[in-house]
């Protein structure tokens, strides 16, 4: 039987949200850790500013992966990671 945290533990494919050419940015230091431990899975990038980092394919979004991965590493700020564009909750839009 599969443990139930295997995925998190040990997943097949990865994804660095905020992946980045500059040096020392977290997700160029992400990226660069997994390669350097050779991670044996799949490792996508993800950023619409980049085609490549570190020799890998840049998606502009999780949705454009051509698989779904297991693990996503977000290396961007908080910010940054919101929808665009939503509506208030409920409970938001009570609070305002």
Aim: net charge positive; hydrophobic share 35%; proline share 8%.
């Amino acid at each position: 039987m599969e443990h139930r945290l295997r995925a998190l533990i040990r997943p097949a494919s990865i994804a660095v949200y905020g992946a980045s050419t500059r040096p020392a940015s977290v997700g160029n230091e992400v990226l660069r850790n997994l390669r350097r431990g050779q991670y044996p899975g799949r490792i996508h990038a993800v950023n619409p500013r980049y085609d490549r980092v570190l020799d890998v394919p840049c998606h502009a979004t999780l949705d454009e992966l051509p698989a779904r991965a297991e693990l996503v590493i977000f290396a961007v700020a908080d910010t940054r990671s919101k929808p665009r564009s939503r509506r208030p909750s409920g409970t938001e839009r009570e609070l305002q």
